[in-house]
């Protein structure tokens, strides 16, 4: 399976996503710079955090206009996994792939800590490897993170399953302790914890590693051969 991790200039976490998916997941990865057109060649796609065009306007105000979101809509629209961390998500929520939008956190201090999650969908292409119901350990670092949406889009998220992971406790003022969402039809993802920083026991946590081994088994299941 290949993975392409995209670089906005500012992004931050590219490196951790990326040894996440080579030396911990064992997959193909390579790095996709934000000003390329064509996401054809991979099977997934990953936006990871950090702080894109500096923060400026708003977290991935202007990110989401680099010329490769192109073709992040089209991977999307393609059934393709899009994961989006934290300033990956923040991008795909300013690109419209997402629902919703993010505020300053409701104290407005930088929030850099392990947090519990709770998963409350385990039948996402992304989750599948947890337990519905388990609670998992992963850090955030965030200075917006504060997820809002309207009520009806609220309903919406919540009729169709799209709440994938909330904060155990109250964390940054998200609604509902929403800590990650997908898209209406299950393939993109976005979350504010970091899964890649949470791949190895000595990292202080392995609980991240499943979101990726989900994305590998979905995508193998999809793509059986019967010889
Ligand atoms: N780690 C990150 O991706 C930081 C995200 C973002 N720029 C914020 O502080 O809210």
Same mark, same amino acid.
């Given at each position: 399976?290949?993975?392409? +991790?995209?670089?906005?200039?500012?992004?931050?976490?590219? %490196? =951790?996503? &990326?040894? #996440? $998916?080579?030396?911990?997941? /064992?997959?193909? +990865?390579?790095?996709?710079?934000?000003?390329?057109?064509? %996401? =054809?060649? &991979?099977? #997934? $796609?990953?936006?990871?955090? /950090?702080?894109?065009?500096?923060?400026?306007?708003?977290?991935?105000?202007?990110?989401?206009?680099?010329?490769?979101?192109?073709?992040?809509?089209?991977?999307?629209?393609?059934?393709?996994?899009?994961?989006?961390?934290?300033?990956?998500?923040?991008?795909?929520?300013?690109?419209?792939?997402?629902?919703?939008?993010?505020?300053?956190?409701?104290?407005?201090?930088?929030?850099?800590?392990?947090?519990?999650?709770?998963?409350?969908?385990?039948?996402?292409?992304?989750?599948?490897?947890?337990?519905?119901?388990?609670?998992?350990?992963?850090?955030?670092?965030?200075?917006?993170?504060?997820?809002?949406?309207?009520?009806?889009?609220?309903?919406?998220?919540?009729?169709?399953?799209?709440?994938?992971?909330?904060?155990?406790?109250?964390?940054?003022?998200?609604?509902?302790?929403?800590?990650?969402?997908?898209?209406?039809?299950?393939?993109?993802?976005?979350?504010?914890?970091?899964?890649?920083?949470?791949?190895?026991?000595?990292?202080?946590?392995?609980?991240?590693?499943?979101?990726?081994?989900?994305?590998?088994?979905?995508?193998?299941?999809?793509?059986?051969?019967?010889?």
């Amino acid at each position: 399976m290949k993975f392409a +991790v995209i670089v906005f200039p500012g992004s931050n976490c590219d %490196l =951790d996503m &990326f040894h #996440a $998916i080579k030396d911990e997941l /064992g997959e193909d +990865v390579s790095y996709v710079w934000h000003d390329e057109t064509s %996401l =054809d060649r &991979f099977d #997934a $796609i990953l936006l990871p955090g /950090g702080f894109s065009y500096g923060d400026y306007l708003r977290s991935g105000a202007i990110a989401r206009f680099s010329p490769i979101m192109k073709a992040v809509e089209e991977a999307a629209t393609a059934g393709k996994p899009v994961l989006g961390v934290c300033n990956g998500f923040q991008v795909l929520l300013e690109a419209g792939l997402l629902p919703g939008a993010m505020r300053k956190n409701a104290k407005l201090k930088f929030i850099c800590k392990p947090v519990a999650l709770k998963v409350k969908n385990s039948e996402t292409m992304f989750s599948m490897a947890y337990e519905e119901g388990s609670v998992i350990t992963i850090p955030v670092a965030h200075g917006d993170g504060n997820y809002y949406c309207d009520q009806e889009t609220l309903a919406s998220l919540e009729k169709n399953n799209q709440i994938v992971f909330t904060y155990e406790s109250e964390l940054n003022g998200s609604i509902n302790d929403i800590a990650g969402i997908t898209n209406e039809k299950g393939n993109v993802l976005g979350m504010m914890p970091h899964p890649e920083r949470a791949v190895d026991s000595l990292l202080g946590s392995e609980d991240g590693l499943k979101l990726f081994k989900s994305i590998v088994k979905h995508w193998r299941e999809q793509h059986a051969t019967t010889s």
